[in-house]
């Protein structure tokens, strides 16, 4: 297994697996920093995937539950979970498909609207502290590589 010092050469059979060199691992951690950044300035109880969709809603307007788990690249049992939590929350709402009635559609509401303008800035900024360590021209290398293995 090729580890993520940057060697284009296989590992030698023998060689020791070192977890730290794993991109898995390195990208859990990432992971990791970013989710206690974010639940630590987001400040309005909302875990990431629910912010996601709260913040795609905002972007795209009321869409299908389906498409909008598409566009969040959440699945359709996770989409589903975390649309009827924000709906509890009085978050988002449904209303039929004007072209097709037998479609719901998801749309924020009042209250997810004002969420949405309200938390902005402070998804900014946690993205900003996520990025922190890297140099200007490093975040748009990084961000562009990392596009690419999507």
């Known amino acids: 297994m090729q580890g993520i010092t940057g060697s284009d050469a296989p590992e030698q059979p023998g060689e020791a697996y070192r977890l730290d060199d794993q991109i898995g ?18 400040g309005a109880d909302l875990t990431t995937t629910q912010w996601a969709a709260l913040a795609k809603l905002g972007e795209i307007g009321p869409v299908s539950q389906n498409r909008l788990g598409r566009r969040t690249a959440m699945d359709a049992a996770t989409i589903k979970g975390v649309i009827d939590r924000l709906t509890r929350r009085g978050l988002t709402e ?18 997810g609207r004002d969420l949405v303008t309200r938390t902005e800035t402070a998804a900014a900024r946690i993205t900003e502290d996520t990025l922190a360590p890297l140099a200007r ?3 748009a290398v990084l961000l562009d590589l990392l596009n690419r293995l999507r």
Do not use: K, M, N, S
Not at 25 to 42: N, P
Not at 94 to 111: M, N, Q, S
């Open 25 to 42: 691992f390195v990208l859990r951690q990432v992971a990791q920093r970013h989710a206690a950044l974010f639940a630590a300035g987001i």
């Open 94 to 111: 449904t209303c039929p498909d004007p072209e097709d009635r037998r479609r719901l559609l998801v749309a924020l509401t009042a209250d």
């Open 137 to 139: 021209a490093e975040r």
